[in-house]
Protein backbone atom coordinates (compact mmCIF):
# COMPACT_ATOMS: atom_id res chain seq x y z
CA UNK A 1 0.00 0.00 0.00
CA UNK A 2 1.80 3.48 -0.95
CA UNK A 3 2.03 5.67 1.69
CA UNK A 4 1.13 10.08 1.82
CA UNK A 5 2.88 11.41 -0.68
CA UNK A 6 4.03 14.88 -0.57
CA UNK A 7 6.25 17.25 -2.84
CA UNK A 8 8.44 19.00 -3.13
CA UNK A 9 10.81 17.86 -0.82
CA UNK A 10 12.30 20.95 -0.34
CA UNK A 11 11.93 24.57 -1.21
CA UNK A 12 13.77 27.95 -0.79
CA UNK A 13 12.19 31.12 -1.58
CA UNK A 14 12.39 34.64 -0.94
CA UNK A 15 10.20 36.89 1.33
CA UNK A 16 7.02 38.08 -0.59
CA UNK A 17 7.19 35.15 -2.84
CA UNK A 18 4.27 32.60 -3.39
CA UNK A 19 5.08 28.57 -2.57
CA UNK A 20 2.58 25.46 -3.22
CA UNK A 21 2.59 22.47 -1.66
CA UNK A 22 1.09 19.01 -2.99
CA UNK A 23 0.09 15.89 -1.03
CA UNK A 24 -1.69 12.40 -2.29
CA UNK A 25 -3.27 10.50 0.92
CA UNK A 26 -3.39 7.45 1.27
CA UNK A 27 -6.26 5.79 -1.26
CA UNK A 28 -9.63 5.62 0.54
CA UNK A 29 -8.23 8.06 3.55
CA UNK A 30 -11.70 10.65 3.74
CA UNK A 31 -9.76 12.56 6.30
CA UNK A 32 -6.42 14.88 4.97
CA UNK A 33 -4.92 17.04 7.63
CA UNK A 34 -1.38 19.78 7.15
CA UNK A 35 0.75 20.27 10.13
CA UNK A 36 3.30 22.61 10.35
CA UNK A 37 6.33 21.86 12.05
CA UNK A 38 9.16 24.75 12.91
CA UNK A 39 12.39 23.35 13.96
CA UNK A 40 12.88 22.72 17.88
CA UNK A 41 8.64 22.83 17.96
CA UNK A 42 6.07 19.82 17.11
CA UNK A 43 3.82 19.73 14.49
CA UNK A 44 0.52 22.02 14.81
CA UNK A 45 -1.99 21.22 13.07
CA UNK A 46 -3.12 24.15 9.90
CA UNK A 47 -6.04 22.55 8.55
CA UNK A 48 -8.26 19.54 8.35
CA UNK A 49 -10.53 18.54 5.87
CA UNK A 50 -13.22 15.62 5.52
CA UNK A 51 -13.29 14.36 2.09
CA UNK A 52 -13.32 17.78 0.39
CA UNK A 53 -14.95 19.99 3.59
CA UNK A 54 -12.71 21.71 5.89
CA UNK A 55 -12.99 20.72 9.46
CA UNK A 56 -10.92 22.66 11.30
CA UNK A 57 -8.65 25.80 9.85
CA UNK A 58 -8.66 27.81 13.27
CA UNK A 59 -4.65 28.04 13.47
CA UNK A 60 -4.34 28.66 9.72
CA UNK A 61 -2.97 32.05 8.79
CA UNK A 62 -5.60 32.94 6.07
CA UNK A 63 -4.22 36.10 5.38
CA UNK A 64 -1.52 34.29 3.65
CA UNK A 65 -2.28 30.37 3.86
CA UNK A 66 -5.24 28.57 1.16
CA UNK A 67 -5.50 24.94 0.91
CA UNK A 68 -7.47 23.01 -1.00
CA UNK A 69 -9.28 19.69 -1.50
CA UNK A 70 -11.22 19.79 -4.88
CA UNK A 71 -12.19 16.08 -5.17
CA UNK A 72 -12.00 14.58 -1.89
CA UNK A 73 -8.44 13.05 -2.70
CA UNK A 74 -4.85 15.23 -2.92
CA UNK A 75 -4.28 18.53 -1.65
CA UNK A 76 -2.06 21.79 -2.22
CA UNK A 77 -1.40 24.60 0.26
CA UNK A 78 -0.01 27.68 -1.04
CA UNK A 79 1.22 30.21 0.85
CA UNK A 80 1.29 33.68 -0.70
CA UNK A 81 3.06 35.97 0.39
CA UNK A 82 6.22 34.13 2.44
CA UNK A 83 7.27 35.44 5.38
CA UNK A 84 10.41 34.51 7.01
CA UNK A 85 8.71 32.82 9.95
CA UNK A 86 6.80 30.53 7.58
CA UNK A 87 10.16 28.72 7.04
CA UNK A 88 9.17 25.07 8.20
CA UNK A 89 8.13 21.21 7.35
CA UNK A 90 4.94 21.08 6.20
CA UNK A 91 3.46 17.71 6.90
CA UNK A 92 0.54 16.14 5.19
CA UNK A 93 -1.21 13.26 7.06
CA UNK A 94 -4.56 11.33 6.57
CA UNK A 95 -6.30 9.08 8.26
CA UNK A 96 -9.63 6.55 7.32
CA UNK A 97 -12.86 7.14 8.98
CA UNK A 98 -12.88 3.34 10.13
CA UNK A 99 -9.21 3.78 11.58
CA UNK A 100 -8.60 3.90 15.80
CA UNK A 101 -8.79 7.26 17.19
CA UNK A 102 -5.69 9.25 16.39
CA UNK A 103 -3.71 7.12 13.73
CA UNK A 104 -2.77 9.18 11.32
CA UNK A 105 -0.42 8.59 8.38
CA UNK A 106 2.17 11.11 7.84
CA UNK A 107 3.96 11.71 4.50
CA UNK A 108 7.87 12.89 4.76
CA UNK A 109 7.04 16.19 4.59
CA UNK A 110 8.40 19.20 2.86
CA UNK A 111 10.94 21.59 4.16
CA UNK A 112 10.36 25.74 3.63
CA UNK A 113 13.08 27.73 3.59
CA UNK A 114 12.51 31.62 3.03
CA UNK A 115 15.19 33.79 2.82
CA UNK B 1 -8.02 22.74 25.62
CA UNK B 2 -5.37 20.09 25.06
CA UNK B 3 -1.76 20.43 25.61
CA UNK B 4 0.92 18.63 25.70
CA UNK B 5 4.62 19.19 28.03
CA UNK B 6 7.55 17.25 26.79
CA UNK B 7 9.97 17.76 29.52
CA UNK B 8 12.91 16.71 28.22
CA UNK B 9 14.46 18.35 24.62
CA UNK B 10 16.93 15.78 24.08
CA UNK B 11 17.59 12.72 26.33
CA UNK B 12 21.28 11.29 25.59
CA UNK B 13 21.89 7.16 26.48
CA UNK B 14 24.14 4.73 25.69
CA UNK B 15 23.29 1.79 24.30
CA UNK B 16 21.68 -1.05 26.02
CA UNK B 17 20.96 1.44 28.79
CA UNK B 18 17.23 2.35 30.27
CA UNK B 19 15.51 5.44 29.22
CA UNK B 20 12.36 6.97 30.29
CA UNK B 21 11.12 10.35 28.11
CA UNK B 22 8.74 12.07 29.62
CA UNK B 23 5.18 13.63 28.61
CA UNK B 24 2.63 15.57 30.71
CA UNK B 25 -0.95 16.22 29.25
CA UNK B 26 -3.54 18.84 30.19
CA UNK B 27 -7.22 18.63 29.35
CA UNK B 28 -10.70 19.12 31.33
CA UNK B 29 -12.01 16.04 29.32
CA UNK B 30 -11.35 12.26 28.60
CA UNK B 31 -8.45 12.10 26.35
CA UNK B 32 -6.50 9.57 23.92
CA UNK B 33 -2.56 9.71 24.22
CA UNK B 34 -0.04 8.67 21.62
CA UNK B 35 3.41 8.53 20.90
CA UNK B 36 4.64 9.18 17.28
CA UNK B 37 8.46 8.70 16.21
CA UNK B 38 10.30 10.35 13.76
CA UNK B 39 13.70 8.64 12.45
CA UNK B 40 15.99 10.89 10.69
CA UNK B 41 14.50 11.43 7.16
CA UNK B 42 12.00 9.89 7.94
CA UNK B 43 7.39 11.04 8.39
CA UNK B 44 6.18 10.51 11.79
CA UNK B 45 4.81 6.93 12.77
CA UNK B 46 2.80 5.90 15.40
CA UNK B 47 4.38 4.17 17.88
CA UNK B 48 1.76 3.41 20.17
CA UNK B 49 -1.39 4.59 21.94
CA UNK B 50 -3.83 4.92 24.87
CA UNK B 51 -7.43 4.95 24.17
CA UNK B 52 -8.69 2.88 27.03
CA UNK B 53 -8.50 -0.22 29.08
CA UNK B 54 -4.96 -1.57 30.49
CA UNK B 55 -3.09 1.59 31.25
CA UNK B 56 0.20 -0.10 30.12
CA UNK B 57 0.69 -0.15 26.29
CA UNK B 58 3.58 -1.79 24.38
CA UNK B 59 4.51 -1.49 21.07
CA UNK B 60 6.17 -3.99 19.02
CA UNK B 61 9.98 -3.27 19.06
CA UNK B 62 10.19 -3.28 23.33
CA UNK B 63 8.64 0.83 24.05
CA UNK B 64 5.79 0.43 26.35
CA UNK B 65 3.50 3.58 28.08
CA UNK B 66 1.89 3.91 30.70
CA UNK B 67 -1.37 6.45 31.27
CA UNK B 68 -1.14 7.79 34.56
CA UNK B 69 -4.56 9.80 35.26
CA UNK B 70 -4.05 11.14 38.62
CA UNK B 71 -0.56 12.40 37.67
CA UNK B 72 -1.67 13.37 33.64
CA UNK B 73 1.37 11.81 32.57
CA UNK B 74 2.23 8.91 29.51
CA UNK B 75 5.88 8.53 30.04
CA UNK B 76 7.47 6.10 27.35
CA UNK B 77 10.38 3.89 28.57
CA UNK B 78 12.37 0.91 27.23
CA UNK B 79 14.88 -0.96 29.51
CA UNK B 80 17.42 -1.12 26.80
CA UNK B 81 18.14 1.02 23.84
CA UNK B 82 19.45 0.25 20.24
CA UNK B 83 21.55 2.67 18.40
CA UNK B 84 18.95 2.14 15.59
CA UNK B 85 16.32 3.86 18.46
CA UNK B 86 18.04 7.30 17.66
CA UNK B 87 15.20 9.51 16.86
CA UNK B 88 12.64 12.45 18.03
CA UNK B 89 10.20 11.43 20.07
CA UNK B 90 6.21 13.36 19.86
CA UNK B 91 3.48 12.68 22.44
CA UNK B 92 -0.04 13.41 21.17
CA UNK B 93 -2.90 14.02 22.94
CA UNK B 94 -6.67 13.77 21.46
CA UNK B 95 -10.10 14.80 22.74
CA UNK B 96 -11.93 11.44 23.06
CA UNK B 97 -14.82 13.10 21.31
CA UNK B 98 -12.45 15.83 19.32
CA UNK B 99 -10.79 15.72 15.60
CA UNK B 100 -7.22 17.67 16.34
CA UNK B 101 -4.32 15.84 17.30
CA UNK B 102 -1.86 17.83 19.70
CA UNK B 103 1.88 17.55 19.76
CA UNK B 104 4.39 18.15 22.09
CA UNK B 105 7.37 19.68 21.38
CA UNK B 106 9.82 16.32 20.78
CA UNK B 107 12.19 14.51 22.59
CA UNK B 108 14.84 13.86 20.68
CA UNK B 109 16.98 10.14 22.09
CA UNK B 110 20.36 9.93 20.97
CA UNK B 111 21.82 6.39 21.58
CA UNK B 112 25.23 6.44 22.10
CA UNK B 113 27.77 3.33 21.44
Known amino acids: EAGVAQSPRYKIIEKRQSVAFWCNPISGHATLYWYQQILGQGPKLLIQ????????DSQLPKDRFSAERLKGVDSTLKIQPAKLEDSAVYLCASSSRLARAGELFFGEGSRLTVL | AQSVTQLDSQVPVFEEAPVELRCNYS??????LFWYVQYPNQGLQLLLKYLSGSTLVESINGFEAEFNKSQTSFHLRKPSVHISDTAEYFC???????????FGAGTILRVKS
Open chain 2, 27 to 32: SSVSVY
Open chain 1, 49 to 56: FQNNGVVD
Open chain 2, 92 to 102: AVKREYGNKLV
